[in-house]
């Protein structure tokens, strides 16, 4: 059971950054895929951001490209979502996700542990 724990989130101006962090419990955690989603009130969850097990290959969400990034550190078992130029609709609950394969999936699906979520807000 691969334990997820999300830090980072807050309040901030619109055009403002932030950035998430994820620590994960797994001690193989280089071998697992990793995403964030998020999720707006009223709202279904959402992809935003996923990382191969490497750190090689990263996917986006349309509405975020340019503006977060996705990396990884295996040595420290976290991954992070650097957030730039954050608009208000861009405020909602934000999850990190871990699956057991090493792609970087898009689809909430193929996620197998999931972490209790991140608050961020964004004002305008």
């Known amino acids: 059971q691969v334990q997820l724990v999300e830090s980072g989130g807050g309040l901030v101006q619109a055009g403002g950054s932030l950035r998430l962090s994820c620590a994960a419990s797994e001690r193989t955690f280089s071998g697992y895929g990793m995403g964030w989603f998020r999720q707006a009130p009223e709202k279904e969850r959402e992809f935003v951001a996923a990382i191969s097990w490497s750190g090689a290959t990263a996917n986006y969400a349309d509405s975020v490209k340019g503006r977060f990034t996705i990396s990884r550190d295996n040595a420290k078992n976290t991954v992070f979502l650097q957030m730039n130029s954050l608009k208000p609709e861009d405020t909602a609950i934000y999850y990190c996700?871990?699956?057991?394969?090493?792609?970087?999936?898009?689809?909430?699906?193929?996620?197998?542990?999931w972490g209790q979520g991140t608050q961020v807000t964004v004002s305008s």
């Open positions: 996700a871990c699956t057991n394969s090493r792609l970087p999936f898009t689809s909430a699906r193929l996620y197998d542990y």
